[in-house]
């Protein structure tokens, strides 16, 4: 009776092991795989930068074009508020971006006064920028966090130039220049270039370089560097 129980219980186990056998193998079970979010520089956006500025200032060529050109150095600091919008399509950037900076840019010299061909005399002017305004278009290239532009477009700065003193001719006198404090506006272009790196999806800093020339026959040029920080709504 031993016997028949055994061997019953071994034919059991074998055909177990039989059916175990022809089942399909289970697959272990695996997480889909976590895929890392592209960052997206699209929207529109407001900032703030802040920067250095050194150029050129033909001082003269607020009063009168019939001056011959002279220029000193002009530098100072900056900082203003940016506004812009861009859009991403693949890895590039096209936008639009509008500043206003308020400068403190000064420079003086003692200059000869040239008018019309015939030598005047000199005299001591110092100068001024109070404003620089940018519209710009902006082409970029993105690689994730970073973004590498380009930039151009039109400039709008506010100059002043005082005359102090005057050796040679009167002021005054003879239509040749008044010793006056001369302000005005001057339209001009601007370019340059710089990058910019996402810190969060919607904000980023920045470092960039623009050139900045107004006036008729460039009366002002600067080159500035500028850092800032953009928030940009969407992304």
Known sequence: MRKIFAMAALAAVYSAGAIAADLPTQTAYRSPAVVAPVYNWTGIYVGANAGYGSGKQDPLGLFSNDFAAFNYT?????IGGTLGAQIQSGHVVLGLEGDIDWTDMKGAGTVPVVKLGASLGSATIASKVSVIDTLRTRVGYASDNWLFYGTVGVALTN??????????FACNTGGVVACVSKADWHAGLAAGAGFEYGITPNLSTKLEYLWVGAGAANTLYENMVRVGVNYRFGG
């Open 159 to 168: 100059d002043t130039s005082a005359i102090s003193q005057t050796v040679g």
């Open 74 to 78: 002009l530098s100072g600091g900056m």
